[in-house]
């Protein structure tokens, strides 16, 4: 009864290269979220979807294109692989936009690796 | 600009010794503030949200405060498995996005 997955959890790639990272949430909520830790474990927003919509795209690469299939999920794909991507990426989820009750709900992340 | 600077970087405490881990922030306007535990290899994982200047919230262990610039993550008579890094975060007023701190290395010596 996982709250919110992410696959893959390991993911080791060729510079250049196209890959996706899906990430699913059971917790019935709105809001949907990237965020990326970098090698010093600092998490920095990266975009957050609510309902399907785009609510936050910080300055991040336009390589990166976020795409909400439904509420429920939120996949983060990536052109063009480069050596600085290499990050830990973390889906999150949250039950809606400006609630009073926002908690955000983080999945397991992905550690992705350039080559 | 909104920032969270999270201090020590990194805390060792033998078993049984309380402390206490800072997180100041500036922001304009504070929606929220937030308490994360993050084990290696994990998510972070929720542990306490404050909304308020003089607001405490208790966990077993764990007791977070909040002041108007900073806030603190009590630890008393720790054990072994406390050891994880502790992360801070900061909603702004008007915003979803939670902006971090660095974290606190917590380690504890059985």
């Given at each position: ?15 250049g ?17 990237w965020?990326k ?11 957050s979807?609510?309902?399907k919509?785009?609510i ?6 336009n ?19 480069e ?18 009750t926002d908690t955000?709900?983080?999945?397991p992340g992905?550690r992705?690796?350039?080559? | 600009?909104?920032?969270v600077t ?12 309380s ?6 922030y500036?922001?304009s306007?504070?929606?929220g503030?937030?308490?994360?535990r ?5 998510g972070p994982e929720?542990?306490?949200?404050l909304?308020?200047a ?32 502790y992360l801070?975060?900061v909603?702004p007023a008007g915003a979803?996005?939670l902006f ?8 504890v010596?059985?």
């Amino acid at each position: 009864d996982t709250a919110v997955s992410q696959t893959p959890k390991y993911l080791v790639t060729q510079m250049g290269n196209d890959k996706s990272i899906k990430c699913e949430q059971n917790l019935g909520h709105d809001t949907m979220y990237w965020y990326k830790q970098d090698s010093k474990k600092f998490l920095k927003i990266m975009f957050s979807y609510n309902n399907k919509e785009l609510i936050i795209n910080e300055t991040v690469p336009n390589r990166f294109s976020p795409k909400s299939p439904d509420k429920a999920h939120l996949n983060l794909h990536i052109n063009s692989l480069e050596l600085g991507d290499s990050a830990v990426y973390f889906c999150a989820s949250s039950q809606a936009l400006l609630a009073g009750t926002d908690t955000q709900y983080f999945g397991p992340g992905t550690r992705l690796t350039v080559l | 600009e909104d920032q969270v600077t999270q201090s020590p970087e990194a805390l060792r405490l033998q078993e049984g010794e309380s402390s206490s881990l800072n997180c100041s922030y500036t922001v304009s306007g504070l929606r929220g503030l937030f308490w994360y535990r993050q084990d290696p290899g994990k998510g972070p994982e929720f542990l306490f949200t404050l909304y308020s200047a003089g607001e405490e919230k208790e966990k077993e262990r764990l007791k977070a405060t909040l002041t108007k610039k900073e806030s603190f993550l009590h630890i008393t008579a720790p054990k072994p498995e406390d050891s994880a890094t502790y992360l801070c975060a900061v909603q702004p007023a008007g915003a979803n996005n939670l902006f971090f701190g660095t974290g606190t290395r917590l380690t504890v010596i059985p």
